[in-house]
C-alpha cells in the first residue's frame, strides 16, 4: 500500500518562507506527477503547483515566481518551498502523486496526503 505523508506546515507572517516535504511509503517502482494543492475555507481545492517525471512544471494562479517544486525520485518525495507568503496562501495544502506504480506493477490512479495547515498572519 502506498501512502503520501506530508510535514512542513505551520504558522508565519506575511512575507516569509515555509518549506513542506511529502514522501510516498511503500515499494513504488515510479511516480508520473508530484504536486501540491491547497483548499481554503469555503473554497475549493486548487492547484499550488506540480512536477512531472519529465521535469515540465505546472503553476496555479499567482504562484509562480514565489513557490518552486522540487522532486527527489530516488527517495519518492516532492518539496514545495514557498516564500513571500501572504494571507490569502492560508490553506490546507495536500501533496498528490499521479500515476504510482509499485514493484508489483499494481498502479495508483491519484494519491492525496492527509493535509498539512499552512497559516500566514498578517
Known amino acids: 500500500q502506498v501512502q503520501l505523508v506530508e510535514s512542513g506546515g505551520g504558522l508565519v507572517q506575511t512575507g516569509g518562507s515555509l518549506r513542506l516535504s511529502c514522501t510516498a511509503s511503500?515499494?513504488?517502482?515510479?511516480?508520473?506527477?508530484m504536486g501540491w494543492y491547497r483548499q481554503a475555507p469555503g473554497k475549493q481545492r486548487e492547484l499550488v503547483v506540480k512536477?512531472?517525471?519529465?521535469?515540465?512544471?505546472y503553476y496555479g494562479d499567482s504562484n509562480e515566481g514565489r513557490f518552486t517544486i522540487s522532486r527527489d525520485n530516488a527517495n519518492n518525495a516532492v518539496y514545495v518551498d514557498m516564500n513571500n507568503l501572504k494571507p490569502e496562501d492560508t490553506a490546507v495544502y495536500y501533496c498528490?502523486?499521479?500515476?504510482?506504480?509499485?514493484?508489483?506493477?499494481?498502479?495508483?490512479?491519484?494519491?492525496w496526503g492527509q493535509g498539512t495547515q499552512v497559516t500566514v498572519s498578517s
Open positions: 511503500g515499494s513504488i517502482r515510479s511516480i508520473d506527477i
Open positions: 512536477l512531472t517525471s519529465r521535469g515540465r512544471t
Open positions: 498528490n502523486a499521479v500515476r504510482v506504480t509499485t514493484t508489483s506493477n499494481h498502479r495508483y490512479l491519484d494519491l
